[in-house]
């Protein structure tokens, strides 16, 4: 189906409700989401060098949900109810998926992605030979590069609302420590090593100390960082309090292999020993 026809019919529908539940919104909103779920529509993609949102791609989700209605559907030997369906395609892009890892229909996961026990809501995109492991969540819309690996208990947050809003990227060779959570649209660049427990939102302060004076980003790691979680003080009228940020102490060395284990990298910055 055309996609300037599909995004028309989307965009008319989020402008009009009326149209909402007409036969043509609900087979484009339906088409949208099997392009979602195939790969062949992202709802955020790096265009020239930028990250960009495909805001109507976001509607189309949306209205997916209006127009379904709870129901029980099967799944991993189990009735549950909801209005999205699981996803199904595993075997055509050699996905090994460990029970009871959950992937709903509209998202995307490339080849020999691997999925312990974990979840991946609608929209998300997971690329080739990414691992998401143990109890780890990819929220809606979220962006996850390849050769990523997304360690046990990490929370990638997800934004469907407003549809404009950015989701989480994670770009190519990302290592993400255990316990880290990132959300609100931050993006971490590709080969970036986050240790375990960094917290990454979009108001919190990421200091780069490698330098005699630190340098800040906010909502981005660049890439090749080394990231560790930490804390800056800040007064209030009630006194000096420890605020936590993120710090980056280094860069990964284009000598180290990718597969390279977070352990043995904060090794080389002295922070374990």
């Not at 976001?58 to 209005?83: C, H, S, T, W």
């Not at 029970?99 to 020999?112: E, H, I, V």
């Not at 800040?216 to 890439?223: D, E, I, L």
Request: proline share 5%; charged share 20%; hydrophobic share 40%.
């Amino acid at each position: 189906m055309d996609l300037v026809y599909l995004q028309t019919t989307i965009e008319n529908a989020w402008q009009e409700p009326s149209l909402r539940l007409t036969r043509e919104c609900i087979t484009a909103v339906e088409t949208v989401i099997e392009m979602l779920d195939s790969g062949q529509l992202r709802s955020a993609e790096k265009i020239e060098g930028q990250w960009q949102v495909n805001t109507w791609i976001k509607k189309a989700i949306l209205l997916y949900f209006q127009q379904r209605k709870v129901e029980p559907m099967e799944g991993g030997n189990q009735i549950f109810y909801d209005k999205i369906p699981l996803k199904s395609n595993f075997l055509s892009q050699k996905v090994r998926v460990v029970p009871p890892a959950t992937c709903r229909k509209g998202a995307y996961l490339g080849k020999q992605v691997v999925l312990m026990p974990s979840f991946i809501n609608i929209g998300a995109y997971v690329d080739d030979e990414t691992m998401i492991d143990t109890w780890a969540t990819v929220g809606s819309c979220a962006q996850i590069g390849k050769r990523v690996h997304i360690s046990g208990g990490v929370g990638i947050g997800g934004v469907l609302e407003p549809p404009q809003a950015r989701p989480v990227i994670i770009e190519d060779d990302v290592f993400v420590g255990s316990r880290c959570i990132i959300v609100e649209g931050v993006i971490v660049e590709e080969k970036a090593v986050l240790g375990a427990n960094v917290t990454l939102t979009a108001s919190t302060a990421i200091w780069d100390v490698t330098q005699p004076e630190p340098l800040r980003y906010v909502a981005r790691v660049p890439a090749n960082s080394v990231v560790i979680p930490g804390t800056y003080e800040k007064e209030f009228p009630a006194g000096k309090f420890g605020i936590s940020c993120a710090l980056i102490i280094g860069k990964r060395k284009e000598s180290t292999d990718i597969k390279t284990s977070l352990n043995e990298t904060l090794r080389i910055y002295e922070i374990i020993v």
